[in-house]
């Protein structure tokens, strides 16, 4: 079973086990988080695609650490005008692993 959520305007392809990087969560490590806005469901090669959501489904997460991702250097410069200026970024993430993918029977029996 496999689905397609969305969580920090980003659209996550997911199966059961598998273990992603999200933007960053209010959650605390070993919490349950749940996700709601299922875009597409697939089940024993039966496509459920949502409008845009699909009703009353969720894939349920536990939260594993919240890291930093690998520092990105943004350096400006322009010639002949002696302007440089060098700064650096790391962006948040929150790494989850998906335990379960719940959908509806109605949904299920819509085909």
């Known amino acids: 079973m496999r689905a397609v959520f969305e969580s920090g305007g980003k659209q996550f392809n997911v199966q059961e ?11 605390k490590e070993g919490e349950k ?12 090669n039966k496509a459920i695609i949502g409008t845009p959501y ?13 890291v930093k991702g690998d520092k990105v ?4 410069f322009k010639r002949r005008t002696k302007y440089r200026r060098k700064t650096g970024h790391r962006q948040e993430y929150t790494e989850v ?13 819509q085909d």
């Not at 692993?97 to 029996?109: D, H, L, V």
């Open 54 to 66: 699909v009703k009353n489904a969720e894939v349920e997460a536990k939260v594993l650490s919240q």
């Open 97 to 109: 692993e998906i335990k379960k993918i719940k959908i509806p029977k109605s949904a299920e029996s």
């Open 17 to 27: 086990g598998d273990k992603i990087r999200i933007s960053k969560i209010d959650a």
């Open 33 to 44: 988080v749940t996700f709601d806005k299922i875009l597409v469901c697939t089940k024993s």
């Open 73 to 76: 250097i943004v350096f400006k």
